[in-house]
């Protein structure tokens, strides 16, 4: 787990040149020494160049239906799902 690894938060790269103003400003805020506690935001690559250039990768998401996110927690989840997956209908002509 990433526990073991000392990993307890990772930004995923999608493209970098468009991530880039994100992650500099969470792992400044994430790095600093709070506490006397010694943390590092870990960076994880998600796609292999080649895919990114063509724009052919897949998206896998994991939504947590436990029962702490029932009601509007659940709502709001299902929203912001629905909103990325019509981005991106629209953003390929499919809309």
Request: one cysteine or more.
């Amino acid at each position: 787990p990433l526990g073991q690894k000392n990993i307890d938060l990772m930004f995923c790269q999608v493209k970098k040149t468009k991530t880039q103003k994100t992650e500099e400003l969470m792992a400044k805020y994430y790095n600093s020494d709070k506490a006397g506690e010694q943390r590092a935001m870990q960076k994880v690559q998600l796609f292999h160049a080649d895919a990114i250039e063509t724009g052919r990768f897949h998206f896998v998401f994991c939504l947590d239906e436990s029962g702490s996110m029932g009601g509007a927690p659940w709502q709001a989840l299902m929203k912001a799902y629905a909103t990325f997956i019509n981005k991106r209908r629209n953003d390929q002509g499919i809309g």
